[in-house]
């Protein structure tokens, strides 16, 4: 079993930056393909990013493509997602999880952090 805790959301302006960070507990974290979603007020958890497990392949939502950035550092058991040029639909709650195969949907992925939020103001 794996613990996630999501920290680093905040209230931005339209065009300003954050990073997100995910700290994983336990010594398997560098076995996990992992993830980010997010859940903005009334509508469905949407994936945004995932990565394998070494890092070398990362994938999008085509709404985030080219302004965020998913990595991870196995060595410090942390997951993090940079997001440039934000928006005002990037507003939301955002999820780390884990997942055994990388993929587009929620229900694939097995462990979540409790969440952290986003605000994007105009």
């Known amino acids: 079993q794996v613990q996630l805790v999501e920290s680093g959301g905040g209230l931005v302006q339209t065009g300003g930056s954050l990073r997100l960070s995910c700290a994983a507990s336990?010594?398997?974290?560098?076995?996990?393909?992992m993830g980010w979603f997010r859940q903005a007020p009334g509508k469905e958890r949407d994936f945004v990013a995932a990565i394998s497990r070494a890092g070398l392949s990362t994938y999008y939502a085509d709404s985030v493509k080219g302004r965020f950035t998913i990595s991870r550092d196995n060595s410090k058991n942390t997951l993090y997602l940079q997001m440039n040029s934000l928006q005002a639909e990037d507003t939301a709650v955002y999820y780390c999880a884990t997942t055994t195969v990388l993929a587009y949907v929620s229900t694939q992925y097995d462990y979540w952090g409790q969440g952290t939020q986003v605000t994007v103001s105009s």
């Open positions: 336990g010594r398997t974290f560098s076995t996990y393909r």
